[in-house]
C-alpha cells in the first residue's frame, strides 16, 4: 500500500491528538508531592498584620505573596480550644460528630473524666512515662490524612508532629505512618504502641542531638532591640505571667535556670517552634516524604506560640518576639522543602486552632469591659441554689469547657426530681450571674434567646455523651482562666477569627473576604486531590484559591 503525505498527516495529527488527550488526563488527576498542614496555635487573624512589616521576605511575607489568603474564616463551634481545632480541620467536622468536645471532658454515662487522646490500652515508645500511653481513639471520624491512606490503597505516607500529644495525634488520623511528640521527662520525641513497637532510628538520631537542651542554654533576649517592638505593650506589664523562679516578665529570661527547675519549660518559649519545625525537617528525610508514586502528607503543629500566648498575653514582647522568630524558622523550612521536594511540587497550608482575648487586666486598664468567671465559686453557689429547690446537694460536678456537668445517678435516683426542672433553674439563675451573658439547656435551645451564630456554634459542639447539658456563654472580654496572661474557648471574634492560607501546588495569589470556615479546609483538600471527603465532613470547598478547576 502507498502511503500518501495526506495519510501521514493525518496519522500524525491523531497522534498528536492522543497525546494531547493522555496529557489532559493527567493534568486533571495530577497530585502534588506532599502536602504540608500547618497549624500555628492560638494564632489570631490579625498577627498576619500586626507584625506584617517585621516579618522576613520568605516566611509569612512569602504565603501571603505567593499564595491565597481566606482573610474570613471562622471556628463554627464551641469551645475552641486545641484539641476540637486540630480535629475539626483535618475531619472537616464539627465536635457533635468528630467526638472531640474539649482537650478533656466528662463522659456522661459513666462519669468519668477522658483527655482527649488518652488511651490504657497502649503504652509509652521511647519513654517510661505516661506521656506516651495516646492514641486517635477517641477521634469519631476519619481525617483527611486517613482519606489520602485510603484513597492510595495506604501507599502514601502520613506523619504526625508536635510538642503536644493531642495537636500530632489527632491530625494525623487514625491510619498515619507515625505520630510523635515531646515527652519533658526525658526531652525527647515519643510516641506508643498504637503507631508501632519501636522508634525509628531517624527519630533516635533526632534524640540524641540533645537539641532541647542545646535550644535552653541561653537567656532568652528580644532578636532586635527591644525599644523597637513598637506593637507590644511595656515588657514589664502587671498583666503577664512569668516563669517559674522569675520575680518579673522581662527580658532577658534566664532560661538555662529556668529550664533546670522546670523542663517542660522549653514550650513557653520561641525556641520550642525551633525544635518542632527541625524535627519536622527529619521526619520528611526520615520517611523520604514527597519521593513517592503518591501523596504524602506531613501535619505539623507550632505550639509555643500557645503556650507564650497563654503566659504573657497577646500583647506582650514575648509574643511579638515569637512570631518574628517563628516567621525566620518558617522560612527556614519552607527553602528546605524547595531543595528537598521542588518548589510548586508541594502544597502548604497554614491555619490555627484558635485565636485568644487579651489579658483582663489590659482590657481593664484601657476601659474596656472584662472580667474573670469564678468557675469554683459559679459551682459552690450554684449547688447551694439547687439544694435548697431541690433538697439534693452535689448536683453539680464540674463546669468544663463551659457546660455544667451535673451528677447524673444522682439525679435518675431522685424518683421526685425533673431533670428538666433542674436544668430550667440553673439556667435562670446562671444568667443573673456578673460576666454570664447566656446560658442554654441544650437539649431545648431552640426555645433559648441566644443569637445566631453563637446558638448554631453552642449546637455544633455539643455531643450528648461527651458533653453536660447547659453551656455558658461569657460576656464579650469575659473568660474562665488564669488572672494573667490569657486563655480562649469563646464565640468571639478574638478566638474564632483565624488565618488560612495556601500557597504552592496548583494555588493562584489572591486573597478572599468571603466567609469561609474551619471545616472548609478539609473539604478543599479533598476536591483539589479528588478524594472522598473525610466521612463526617460539614465543609465546602474553598473553589477560588485553585489555578485549575480541581477544587471546583
Known amino acids: 500500500m502507498t502511503v500518501t503525505k495526506r495519510m501521514v498527516s493525518t496519522l500524525m495529527l491523531a497522534a498528536f491528538g492522543v497525546m494531547q488527550g493522555l496529557s489532559a488526563a493527567a493534568q486533571v488527576n495530577a497530585k502534588p508531592k506532599l502536602i504540608v498542614g500547618i497549624v500555628v496555635d492560638q494564632m ?10 517585621r516579618y522576613e521576605a520568605g516566611g509569612f511575607k512569602r504565603m501571603l505573596g505567593e499564595g491565597f489568603s481566606c482573610e474570613n474564616t471562622y471556628i463554627s463551634h464551641l469551645p475552641s480550644f486545641t484539641a476540637v481545632g486540630h480535629s475539626t480541620v483535618y475531619t472537616g467536622s464539627v465536635p457533635a460528630i468528630h467526638g472531640i468536645t474539649g482537650n478533656d471532658w466528662t463522659d456522661q454515662v459513666t462519669g468519668r473524666r477522658w483527655y482527649c487522646t488518652e488511651d490504657t490500652t497502649v503504652q509509652a515508645v521511647g519513654s517510661n512515662s505516661s506521656a506516651g500511653k495516646m492514641s486517635p481513639r477517641n477521634l469519631l471520624a476519619s481525617t483527611i490524612t486517613d482519606e489520602l491512606k485510603i484513597a492510595t490503597n495506604f501507599r502514601s505516607r502520613v506523619v504526625g508532629v508536635s510538642l503536644k ?13 507515625g505520630a510523635f511528640w515531646l515527652d519533658d521527662a526525658n526531652a525527647s520525641f515519643i510516641t506508643s504502641t498504637y503507631y508501632m513497637k519501636e522508634l ?52 532577658p529570661h534566664n532560661l538555662p535556670a529556668i529550664y533546670k527547675q522546670d523542663p517542660g519549660s522549653l514550650r513557653t518559649t520561641p525556641f520550642g517552634n525551633t525544635l518542632t519545625l527541625d524535627f519536622a525537617k527529619a ?23 500557645d503556650y507564650v500566648g497563654h503566659q504573657f498575653g497577646p500583647n506582650s514582647i514575648e509574643v511579638e518576639d515569637t512570631y ?9 523550612f519552607f527553602s528546605f522543602l524547595d531543595k528537598r521536594v521542588g518548589k510548586g511540587n508541594y502544597l502548604v497550608f497554614l491555619t490555627a486552632d484558635h485565636g485568644a482575648a487579651h489579658a483582663i487586666d489590659y482590657m481593664k486598664a484601657h476601659n474596656i469591659p472584662a472580667g474573670l468567671n469564678q468557675d469554683k465559686k459559679l459551682i459552690q453557689d450554684l449547688n447551694a441554689v439547687l439544694q435548697a ?5 452535689g448536683l453539680v460536678n464540674s463546669l468544663m469547657n463551659y457546660h455544667v456537668n451535673y451528677d447524673l445517678k444522682k439525679i435518675e435516683a431522685a424518683t421526685n426530681v425533673s431533670f428538666d426542672a433542674i436544668k430550667k433553674v440553673t439556667v435562670e439563675w446562671l ?17 433559648s434567646a441566644i443569637p445566631e451564630p453563637i446558638k448554631a456554634m453552642v449546637v455544633n459542639g455539643y455531643n450528648p455523651k461527651r458533653c453536660g447539658q447547659v453551656m455558658i456563654i461569657p460576656e464579650p472580654g469575659w473568660f474562665s482562666g488564669p488572672s494573667k496572661g490569657t486563655t480562649h474557648g469563646n464565640w468571639n471574634p478574638y478566638d474564632i477569627h483565624i488565618p488560612l492560607v495556601f500557597m504552592g501546588w496548583n494555588i493562584k495569589h489572591g486573597s478572599t473576604n468571603d466567609i469561609t470556615h474551619m471545616t472548609d479546609i ?30 471546583q
Open 44 to 53: 489570631r487573624w490579625d498577627y498576619l498584620y500586626r507584625y506584617y512589616d
Open 522 to 551: 478539609a473539604a478543599t483538600l479533598a476536591a483539589m486531590l479528588h478524594i472522598q471527603m473525610p466521612n463526617g465532613c460539614v465543609g465546602k470547598p474553598v473553589t477560588a484559591i485553585t489555578t485549575t478547576a480541581n477544587a
Open 324 to 332: 518574628l522568630r517563628l516567621d525566620k524558622d518558617l522560612s527556614a
Open 283 to 305: 521526619a520528611v528525610e526520615g520517611y523520604d516524604l514527597g519521593n513517592n508514586q503518591v501523596t504524602d502528607f506531613l501535619t505539623i503543629n507550632c505550639a509555643s506560640t
Open 200 to 251: 525509628p532510628e531517624w527519630v533516635k538520631k533526632f534524640n540524641d542531638r540533645k537539641e532541647p537542651q542545646q535550644l535552653m542554654s541561653q537567656p532568652w533576649n528580644t532578636m532586635y532591640p527591644i525599644t523597637s517592638y513598637t506593637n507590644s505593650d511595656e515588657d514589664n506589664s502587671a498583666w503577664e505571667g512569668t516563669f517559674k523562679g522569675e520575680n518579673s516578665p522581662v527580658f
Open 165 to 177: 500529644d493531642r495537636a500530632s495525634i489527632l491530625p494525623a488520623g487514625h491510619t498515619p505512618n
Open 389 to 393: 429547690k431541690f433538697g439534693l446537694s
Open 431 to 447: 444568667v443573673k450571674q456578673p460576666g454570664i451573658q447566656f446560658a442554654a439547656d441544650i437539649d431545648n435551645i431552640g426555645s
